[in-house]
Structure formats: C-alpha cells, structure tokens
T-cell receptor, first 111, second 117 residues
Framework: GQQVMQIPQYQHVQEGEDFTTYCNSSTTLSNIQWYKQRPGGHPVFLIQLVKSGEVKKQKRLTFQFGEAKKNSSLHITATQTTDVGTYFCAGRNSGYSTLTFGKGTMLLVSP | NAGVTQTPKFRILKIGQSMTLQCTQDMNHNYMYWYRQDPGMGLKLIYYSVGAGITDKGEVPNGYNVSRSTTEDFPLRLELAAPSQTSVYFC????????????????FGAGSRLTVL
C-alpha cells in the first residue's frame, strides 16, 4: 500500500532559526495536504498542494510540491514559540481515495 | 456551528469491556473518518464512510465496528477492549464537492483519549 515518510521525526530549534520538514511518498500523489497539531490538540488543516512544482506561502510558512508529485516540504522562516507542534503531511493517490498520513515532525522552539 | 464533536473526551476501560465513541458533525459533510493516534506513529485510518449507509475499512479496522445511519453521526464501537486499543481517537469529516478548493480537507474533532487496563 501507499506509504508516506516524513523526516525528521523531531527537531528542536532556537527561536528565530529556520525549520524544514520533508515528506516522501512511495507512489505519485494527486495532491498533498499539511496539518498542524498543537500539543494536546487535534490536527488542523494548513494547506493543500495539487500541481506539480507548486509553491505556496502562508506568512512565514512555505510549502512545496515536487515536480514528480512524490515529495513535499514545509519550511518555516524565523520560527516563533507559537510554531511549536507536530506537522503532518498527508497524501492522496487519486481524487477520491483516502489520505495517508506521515508520522509527523515534532517541532520544539526554545525562546 | 460546532464542527465535529466527539464524546467522551476521556475514558478508562477494563479489558473485555465494550464502549462506543460518539462523533457528530453539523457541516453536512458526506465523508466521515475514524483515526487512531499512537505516540510517534501518526494517524492510522480505522474506518471511513462516504455517506449514510456506507462504511469501509481503513488500515487498522480489527477490533472496531462502525455504523452510519445518518449524515451527521458516525459512532465507533469497541466490542472487546484490549490494551492495544489504548490510544487517542480522532473523528474527522470532509466534503465531497470536487469543484471546491477546500474539498476533501479534513476537519477533526477534539479527540477521545481511551485507556484500556
């Protein structure tokens, strides 16, 4: 079955440093979504990428979808303590298949 | 507009007991899902439903049952609780309309933390 791998599993940064998490799929994806889960909370949708090579920005967050639609990344510029949480990517094979989640990257930001 | 509501928030079960986790959504979403989350393991799909009267197995369905008699409700039943079912359970829903940019985006409930002793 489809596998979605995410690295790193955990990262601890100082406030102001940059952060990147990478997501790789064993199969070509129709789209990929990113979610954020705060400690003790539930996953919250951040963004969806659909097109090959797509790049989207949300303030300090930059999301990329690879040309082959098998990998994606989330980059946070100048992290803040409010960025703390676990970031999940989730890929979909086709328009109507279910999402497969990566194991997530836990981000800890020290002030 | 409450979104996705899950009850209970916390529950402790003894081995062999049964219980139902309740999930209801008020967004008129066709799709509903049950995930379990274990530490460091991401979200695993247990069951999902594409509409009332239709359910299908996900990645880890063993030990669970679901029903979808209405669009709003999607309860998850554990018949014989086992320690391996200790986890945090999330219910989620999504719309189906391909024309919307937000289609198939999951809205999650707050979660139900279950401990089986």
């Amino acid at each position: 079955g489809q596998q979605v791998m995410q690295i790193p599993q955990y990262q601890h940064v100082q406030e102001g440093e940059d952060f990147t998490t990478y997501c790789n799929s064993s199969t070509t994806l129709s789209n990929i979504q990113w979610y954020k889960q705060r400690p003790g909370g539930h996953p919250v949708f951040l963004i969806q990428l659909v097109k090959s090579g797509e790049v989207k920005k949300q303030k300090r967050l930059t999301f990329q979808f690879g040309e082959a639609k098998k990998n994606s990344s989330l980059h946070i510029t100048a992290t803040q303590t409010t960025d703390v949480g676990t970031y999940f990517c989730a890929g979909r094979n086709s328009g109507y298949s279910t999402l497969t989640f990566g194991k997530g990257t836990m981000l800890l930001v020290s002030p | 507009n409450a979104g996705v509501t899950q009850t209970p928030k916390f529950r402790i079960l003894k081995i062999g007991q049964s219980m139902t986790l309740q999930c209801t959504q008020d967004m008129n979403h066709n799709y509903m899902y049950w995930y379990r989350q274990d530490p460091g393991m991401g979200l695993k799909l247990i069951y999902y439903s594409v509409g009332a009267g239709i359910t299908d197995k996900g990645e880890v369905p063993n030990g669970y049952n679901v029903s979808r008699s209405t669009t709003e409700d999607f309860p998850l039943r554990l018949e014989l609780a086992a320690p391996s079912q200790t986890s945090v359970y999330f219910c989620a829903s999504s719309s189906r309309d391909r024309g919307l940019s937000g289609a198939n985006v999951l809205t999650f409930g707050a979660g139900s933390r279950l401990t089986v002793l």
